[in-house]
């Protein structure tokens, strides 16, 4: 199997999931990239068994609408009892490096927002250290050079990524180099630098469960209590 074939399995597998959780008056959080596309379109077969869907990007809304799927603000909706999206990294105590698409800011919105954060990841996206996959950080883009010295200060190595606007209209720098032995420290240090709007470690709200591929089936593991 090629990796988006274990793609399309992981999003089915995801649609299985949240199942239960399917009622007429629910609302589901999408994320975005090619694994949360798969997701997307196993979605549309059943979406006469959710009131719709709540998307982390401009692409997944129009990919859910495009299935025909309602698609609301979260601003429209009290809750969310899940989350499915993909991730550039993923370790044991199932904190993520999250952004490679662009869409961390509204991902990390949308997945504070539910109850349940559903990480679906193919094999090659599980790390035992957070790092190895440059740090996505959304920058207000009059701040960039200043946020970039500051993160030259924390150890690492900013790239500007290019010709890239997020759906919120600014830059994202891609931070090499650095050494994340504490991804919840590390996120909250990086968000109290000014003009950085997020940064794509997903620490305090980490997944609860992970969908990830072992010899070709797709395998459900929950988030360790200890952990
Ligand atoms: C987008 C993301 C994606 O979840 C992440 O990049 C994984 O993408 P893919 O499923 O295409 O491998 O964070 O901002």
Redesign the pocket.
């Known amino acids: 199997m090629n990796q988006d074939e274990i ?1 399309r399995l992981l999003g089915i597998a995801a649609a299985d999931y949240i199942d239960p959780w399917l009622q007429v008056d629910a609302y589901i959080g999408v ?6 596309n798969h997701f997307i379109d196993a979605l549309a077969a059943m979406q006469h068994r959710f009131a719709g869907a709540v998307a982390s990007s401009v692409a997944s809304a129009d990919r859910l609408k495009s299935h025909g799927i309602r698609v609301v603000e979260l601003n429209e909706v009290s809750s969310l009892a899940v989350y499915v ?4 990294e993923i370790n044991p105590a199932f904190s993520m490096i ?7 800011t509204r ?1 990390k919105i949308v997945a504070s927002a539910a109850d349940q954060f559903v990480c679906i990841a193919d094999r090659s996206k599980w790390v035992e250290q957070l790092g190895t996959f440059p740090l996505p950080i959304e920058v207000i883009p009059m701040a960039r050079s200043l946020v970039a010295r500051k993160l030259v200060g924390l150890g690492g190595t900013p790239v500007l990524r290019e010709n890239t606007r997020t759906d919120n209209g600014n830059e994202i720098l891609d931070v090499h180099d650095l050494n994340i032995t504490d991804p919840a420290h590390l996120e909250s240090q990086i968000n109290q630098i000014a003009g950085v709007v997020t940064n794509g470690l997903f620490a305090a709200r980490r997944a609860d469960v992970l969908l990830m591929d072992l010899d070709g089936e797709v395998h459900t593991q929950q988030r360790r209590a200890s952990d």
């Open positions: 793609k994320g975005t990239g090619s694994t949360a999206d993909g991730a550039d999250k952004g490679g698409g662009a869409a961390l991902e």
